[in-house]
């Protein structure tokens, strides 16, 4: 996990650019970008220990070596008068085998040693009884994000309280998978984690700065594997009750989008979607109940808004090529009478 962090952060300046401008900012107004040097929770704080720590010995490594070349370059180059037969070789040096063999051992047992102290103080804290649950089943392409004691279910926008010393609140993230191998990966508050079917993983956070956190699907999936980010909003304790108690109420029933409900509920979107206090009961889709609650559509590929929601139900697949949600080929009246609706869903 802490290994595989180091090697992708030009990817996570990508998802930067291509999410901050569609997310919402955080509590305090803030949208963090991607970087695993600017860590906001203890297990990406060991992330930023470890790497600098690995960039220390290689940069040394580097430095001796790239020294010692410049030394031979100029101490040995070519001058006037030089009569051109090659300088005497050593050959059967048991000084310079065991320095070019020893050296690089002690380096590699090193780096193990740290990066193994290292992944086992992050792995065997075990969960505590004012510890968070959440469970997250990576789908093509989005996340299921589930919270099995509040009894909320949403999709995409993870929500966790921040943990502080007065008030420590760890999150624990239990990843499953329901088709291919996906990998969750915020790098800011913790390493990669493969998403793998048939198999349950583990991992915990500790945000400890409030404000939306982005990141993304770190293994290829399909199609839109670069497509399936996700955001993370962290709160303050106050907050996020709010937020979970907002959650668990059912959908709204607005009178002035009636005939859009009763559409909705004739139309195959049921067969996908819940929408809880509605006969809508699908699995397959995101569970849509406050879908306006959100910030993006598609698991992040645009904002939500009416104009975005109206021509994702339209032609998912124009917004996000591969999409498994077919296009509904609806009446023009019809698509305005489901889109109202599905905005009155807070």
Request: with cysteine; glycine share 6%; charged share 15%.
């Given at each position: ?135 997250i089943v990576g789908h093509q392409w ?197 889109t109202a609706y599905l905005l009155t869903?807070?």
């Amino acid at each position: 996990m802490l290994g595989m962090a180091l090697w992708s952060v030009p990817c996570a300046i990508t998802v930067a650019g291509f999410l901050i401008p569609t997310a919402a900012a955080g509590a305090d107004g803030t949208v963090h970008t991607p970087s695993i040097f600017a860590p906001a929770a203890t297990p990406a704080f060991a992330i930023r220990e470890l790497a600098l720590i690995v960039f220390g010995i290689t940069g040394i490594i580097f430095l001796v070596v790239a020294g010692l070349t410049a030394y031979a370059l100029m101490r040995f180059r070519r001058r006037r008068g030089d009569d051109g037969r090659e300088p005497p070789q050593v050959y059967g040096s048991q000084q310079i085998e065991l320095a070019w063999t020893v050296v690089p051992i002690l380096i590699v047992v090193v780096l193990f040693l740290v990066t193994a102290r290292y992944i086992f103080a992050i792995e065997r804290r075990p969960p505590s009884p004012e510890a968070l649950e959440v469970t997250i089943v990576g789908h093509q392409w989005w996340w299921e994000i589930r919270y099995p004691k509040l009894g909320i279910i949403t999709a995409n926008e993870l929500h966790v309280p921040m943990s502080d010393a007065a008030h420590p609140t760890p999150v624990f993230l239990t990843l499953q998978s329901a088709d291919v191998i996906h990998s969750f990966w915020i790098p800011q508050l913790a390493g990669k984690m493969d998403v793998i079917p048939n198999k349950t993983n583990r991992i915990w956070i500790d945000p400890q700065r409030p404000g939306t956190y982005v990141g993304q699907c770190a293994e290829y999936c399909g199609l839109q594997h670069a497509g399936m980010l996700i955001i993370a909003t962290v709160h303050s304790n106050e907050d996020f009750a709010r937020w979970a108690a907002e959650q668990r109420a059912l959908a709204r029933d607005d009178a002035a989008a009636r005939r859009g409900r009763e559409l909705f509920a004739s139309l195959a979107c049921i067969n996908c979607h819940t929408v809880r206090g509605t006969t809508a009961n699908g699995v397959f889709g995101p569970d849509l109940t406050h879908l306006m609650s959100r910030s993006t559509i598609g698991s992040g590929v645009i904002p939500n808004t009416a104009e975005s929601l109206r021509a994702w139900v339209e032609d998912p697949a124009s917004l996000k090529p591969g999409a498994l949600m077919p296009a509904m080929k609806l009446s023009r009246d019809d698509l305005d009478a489901v889109t109202a609706y599905l905005l009155t869903l807070r």
